[in-house]
């Protein structure tokens, strides 16, 4: 029987030195570009939404022996800030392909490798570099209710010292922040924008333009779309629903936490009927995604 608890792990735990640690990662780096050709690609993409559950849900699939995360990065980014690196600095993250296979065989399930990146859904050019690089890989994007997720966005934003506004402010400056950004990310692959990464808090939200411009690219069936509320509430059917797309399933007991929640103040009731306001539209076209209403419409 699955655990289901909550509670936030201590961030600092078992972690290196940032200087031992970058000097492990550039050795480990350069290990896997010399063996690239005989690593896998991911077969899995956690893709979104942030602050979502994302990272419970990486932390759910990594108990699983026949999942491979990859080495050292949770997220490794390359279809939206890293891809100047090249594909074989891609590859370099992930297991060897006898890795796979021999978990395969010794616990009778299919094996694959997955990362966990949630900027990809919104990057304009992730997807299109996502379909040309990884033309077999599935996408799972989890979606929690858009006003939450804003306020909390806001939250983890401010406390990494990315945003310096009240919530309130963020929101009345974030047409201005993001004008144009979309744009120029896509006119340039060089370019990075920090408030498009950080500071589209209702934009991030518009859960189903992003949903329809992965799935143009990828196929619809590459996309799985799942309510983040439900799987905190029901973690194991859900768990076992996503394996199941994968074509594997569950070889050892998985135990569900929450990770990453943040204690914050209340939202003002005005500011969270505007934003109510705002995202009905998106949230409607979503159940079509879901199958159902999202849960925070009952």
């Not at 990075?192 to 333009?209: D, F, K, N, T, V």
Request: charged fraction near 25%.
């Amino acid at each position: 029987m699955s655990e289901v608890a909550v509670r936030t792990p201590t961030a600092t735990a078992g972690r290196r030195p940032d200087g031992l640690r970058d000097v492990a990662r550039a050795v480990r780096d350069v290990a896997g570009r010399a063996t690239a050709g005989q690593r896998v690609l991911p077969g899995l993409l956690i893709s979104g939404g942030q602050r979502c559950g994302t990272t419970s849900l990486y932390k759910a699939l990594v108990q699983q022996p026949h999942l491979h995360r990859p080495v050292w990065r949770k997220g490794v980014h390359y279809f939206d800030v890293d891809h100047h690196r090249g594909l074989d600095w891609y590859r370099s993250h992930f297991p060897l392909h006898r890795t796979l296979a021999h978990t395969t065989a010794r616990f009778g399930a299919p094996s694959l490798a997955f990362e966990s990146s949630p900027y990809y859904l919104f990057h304009p050019l992730a997807g299109p570099r996502i379909a040309a690089e990884l033309p077999d890989v599935r996408v799972v994007v989890l979606v929690r209710d858009p006003v939450e997720r804003a306020f909390s966005a806001w939250a983890h934003e401010r406390a990494r010292g990315f945003e310096h506004l009240s919530f309130s402010d963020a929101l009345a400056a974030e047409e201005e922040r993001l004008a144009g950004e979309d744009e120029r990310l896509a006119a340039d692959p060089s370019y990075s924008s920090h408030a498009h990464r950080h500071q589209a808090y209702r934009a991030r939200g518009e859960y189903a333009p992003q949903l329809e411009r992965l799935a143009g690219l990828l196929g619809r069936e590459r996309l799985k779309v799942v309510d983040s509320h439900r799987f905190f509430t029901e973690p194991e059917p859900v768990h076992a629903d996503l394996l199941a797309w994968l074509g594997t399933s569950a070889v050892a007991p998985t135990t569900f936490e929450r990770h990453n929640a943040r204690p914050r103040d209340a939202m003002p009731a005005g500011l969270r009927r505007r934003l109510e306001e705002h995202f009905a539209p998106y949230d409607e076209q979503l159940g079509a995604w879901l199958g159902r209403a999202p849960s925070w419409h009952g």
